[in-house]
């Protein structure tokens, strides 16, 4: 794909010439690896330019280092290369001018954060949502970006051919420069207290990443936690930029004509054993029936180039035993080329709560206790159990010899349970040779308990962020 700059890559040489020919720019920075940039005198003449060009423009939106066109749907960036050579990790692709982490970037923005974030909304895009996993969003959702460079060689007059951002990057594993896919607009959260906008302030500051971030304008379009991504992308051999060097990001949404990748759908999972399942799009049933069916939709969805964001909701009447059965199947689909599970609903628990690993319930080899729900169900309908705190005798000597032991409070209600959990955690809390208890909740119950009456039994009595798994026993 050829794509030229039309406002910046023009006046940069000029630029560059003019400020050398001033005794300015890169000549007089230190030849030192990243570190901060230097030329940010040429980006704040280059915004004056832009200034004097497009002074009266509606269709334009100027700010420091960069030009939005509503008109051509289009954002340019001025950016400085930190100096990367070949094979180094790349673990943030742009981040803005100010945060110290060069060392494991490709460029630094002179545009801040919050700005790239309202020139996308300029040219007519939506903000997304941010990857989140304390309120179990484990997928960036939006629409897409593509990214290009545009690195011009300064001692040459004629434009370069701008690149996809990704042919920057290589996969470690594969040796492959990375697919073009593009990026989600998902868009930074803002501080609750003072409204900041956390990309602007937190590091690393992060305008595009490589791995899931909240704190970023725009992220991968595929699940990817750091602690899997990271040291895997590299800097592509064959397209190495010059510490300092001015490049331009270009912008651009995916689609230009009002289509959109993004589908979002209702999977409900019921107690019918006619019709064990339906996928719904806001109130228009899509398809219903056996899971073949559903599956063929998701199929249909996704070889149309949709993505399937899925708001998984398990009804009242499901059997606990039919839940653990589903939700492994859920879990196989729940990827990158599946649907993509949001968080849960009002009155769900998160599907893997269903889908515990076996050696979670070796409590010997736990190196702390969660709480622990011996739950029952009445013929009525109405929860009951038994909340078990396990732990050594002797907890300042936690050997394999040490006896493990359980306290148990009754508990006939969930004001009960709520209650039993804050009182040993206040005890806990005002004995500083007492351990905290970790914020999760093991739940052992029988196959035939129902789902509505497990979720009304234990809601909110742990605070948030908890975990909460399920074994059916």
Known sequence: ??????????????????????????????????????????????????????????????????????????????????????????????????????????LWSFAKPSDVHEALTFIGMDQGEAFHPNAFRFWPKGERVHAHLLAPQEEKEAPSEALPLESYLQDKKTGQRLETKGFVFTGSFRSPTNGAYAADVIEPKSIITTFNLRNTVLDVPVRAPEREVYGTRLVHPEHVLQAHQLVTLILQPEFTDGTTRVRDLTLRVRSDTDAPVALYQKDRELSSGAWVDVLASFNRLTSEGKEP??????????????????????????????IRVGPPGEGQLFYEAFC???????????????????????????GKGILELWGFVDEDDETTATPLTAQRWPVASRAALKEAIEKENARRDADPDAFPVPQALFVHAPPTARFGNLVQFIDSVLPDPATVYVFVD
């Not at 030849?31 to 915004?47: F, L």
């Not at 340019?76 to 001018?97: M, N, P, R, S, W």
């Not at 515990?356 to 109405?382: C, D, I, N, V």
């Open 1 to 106: 794909m050829r794509v030229f700059s039309i406002s910046l890559s023009g006046y940069l040489l000029l630029l560059v010439a003019s400020l050398r020919a001033q005794g300015g720019g890169p000549g007089d920075a230190p030849p030192d690896y990243g570190g901060s940039p230097t030329r940010a005198e040429e980006s704040a003449a280059m915004d004056r330019l832009h200034g004097n060009t497009f002074e009266g423009n509606p269709d334009v939106l100027l700010r420091p280092g960069l030009v939005a066109n509503r008109a051509t749907k289009r954002v340019e960036i001025l950016t400085e290369a930190t100096g990367l050579k070949a094979g180094e990790i790349v673990e943030f692709i742009v981040i803005d001018q100010s945060c110290g982490r060069g060392y494991e970037a490709l």
């Open 309 to 338: 964001h899925v708001q998984l909701h398990f009804d009242e009447a499901l059997t606990l035993a039919d839940a653990a059965r589903i939700a492994p199947l859920i879990k196989t689909i729940d990827t990158d080329a599946g």
């Open 356 to 382: 515990p690993r076996p050696e979670m319930r070796e409590r010997e080899s736990r190196f702390s206790h969660p709480w622990e729900l011996q739950y029952e169900e009445t013929a009525e309908g109405k």
